[in-house]
């Protein structure tokens, strides 16, 4: 009888776990559809260049997470990243997505979902207990924050460029 209530038990926590990364996988994809239609959107060709980068990164986080459902990769084939958060999202509004964007903004509106995607993970890892999941969620969280890093990078040169005098 115990042995088929922990069976039971583990079957649970698996299926939470597995509806927990089938989210993630679900959030993956509609953030690269989220920068291919901004990509439609926008005339700057560097801005559609770092928009499609972002796009093959949410596919590329998409792949990892089907391969750790899959067994095929573990959380080690994610690495914690150094990040910079410049907190720009926190501060600036989100501007509106319409076509013709200037390059600041469409970066803007980068940072702002790649918050969105980090405080997700990072939400999901503030309730799991220590562990290979809650592991995962800390990892994918700072891949999102990395995004965002780039993404305020880009707003902050293109909104405020250099000038010769420095």
């Known amino acids: 009888m115990m042995k088929e209530i922990a069976s039971e038990m583990y079957t649970m926590k698996d299926r939470n776990v597995k509806s927990i990364i089938e989210t993630a996988i ?20 560097i801005a559609k260049d770092a928009l499609l980068f972002l796009a093959e990164e949410e596919t590329k986080h998409e792949e990892f997470l089907r391969n750790y459902l899959r067994g095929t990769h573990g959380i080690d084939a994610l690495k914690l990243d150094e990040v910079i958060d410049y907190e720009i999202a926190q501060y600036l509004e989100i501007p509106d997505i ?27 890892a503030d309730i799991h207990p220590d562990g290979e999941v809650k592991d995962l969620l800390l990892k994918m969280a700072n891949q999102e924050l990395k995004h965002k890093e780039k993404a305020e990078y880009l ?12």
């Open 155 to 166: 707003y902050s040169n293109t909104a405020f460029p250099q000038t010769a005098g420095g």
């Open 26 to 45: 679900q959030k993956e994809r509609e953030a690269h559809e989220f920068y291919v239609d901004l990509y439609n959107l926008v005339e700057d060709t």
């Open 98 to 124: 319409e076509k013709g964007m200037e390059a600041k903004d469409i970066y803007l509106v980068a940072a702002h979902r790649e918050l969105n995607s980090y405080n997700f993970y990072k939400n999901l």
